[in-house]
């Protein structure tokens, strides 16, 4: 009896262990297909001198003033500073 119980409680975790490998692997081809079509969903931002957005992966981050921009190359933000001092 208690060998079956044993046996009833392994099977459980085997169909949990299934069930969770199911469940994953749809997330796991749908987070591969994301990458291979590139920026598309990804976070914009814009550019504070020439505003243009950008993929924020892609965009030059600087901290002016306490403050947060993005630029979309490092001529756009020492032309920023520039202009701002
Ligand atoms: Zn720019």
């Known amino acids: 009896m208690l060998r079956f119980l044993i046996f009833f409680v392994l099977l459980y975790v085997i169909y949990k262990i299934i069930r969770m490998i199911r469940q994953e692997k749809p997330f796991a081809v749908r987070s591969n297909h994301n990458k291979t079509t590139s920026a598309l969903g990804e976070e914009l931002v814009e550019d504070s001198y020439c505003h243009t957005y950008i993929p924020i992966s892609q965009a030059c981050r600087k901290e002016i003033a306490g403050k947060e921009h993005y ?15």
């Open 71 to 85: 630029f979309c190359s490092k001529e756009c933000s020492e032309k920023y500073i520039n202009k701002n001092k």
